[in-house]
């Protein structure tokens, strides 16, 4: 069974930092196209940021609305996706997910806010 399981988000004032993991299980990472995505409440998703396969390069990317603040990277030993939130504003408030869409396989989410 393919999982992936989030964790490393809190509370955090604006301007703080955060290091969200998603640890992979029945798979290997580097395999596979994996992304970051949040959702804030009572909103839709947004994507955030992705790493490719090895196949495809893997190429880091991230959403305009946190270049610069946000590093997404992958540690192939550990089978892990961290993604680094840097500066914090409170719109980065939401649920993360670690999602890889074609096979549709998703974590339980953890939680980010940004509040004073």
């Known amino acids: 069974e393919l999982q992936v399981v989030e964790s490393g988000g809190g509370l955090v004032q604006p301007g703080g930092s955060l290091t969200l993991s998603c640890v992979a299980s029945g798979f290997t990472l580097s395999t596979m196209t994996m992304s970051w995505v949040r959702q804030a409440a009572g909103k839709g998703l947004q994507w955030v940021a992705r790493?490719?396969?090895?196949?495809?390069?893997?190429?880091?990317t991230v959403a305009d609305s946190v270049k610069g603040r946000f590093t997404v990277s992958r540690d192939n030993a550990k089978n892990t996706l961290q993604l680094q939130m840097n500066n914090l504003k409170p719109e980065d408030t939401g649920v993360y997910y670690c999602?890889?869409?074609?096979?549709?396989?998703w974590g339980q989410g953890t939680h980010v806010a940004v509040s004073t």
């Open positions: 999602v890889h869409f074609t096979q549709g396989v």
């Open positions: 790493v490719s396969s090895v196949n495809r390069g893997s190429r880091y």
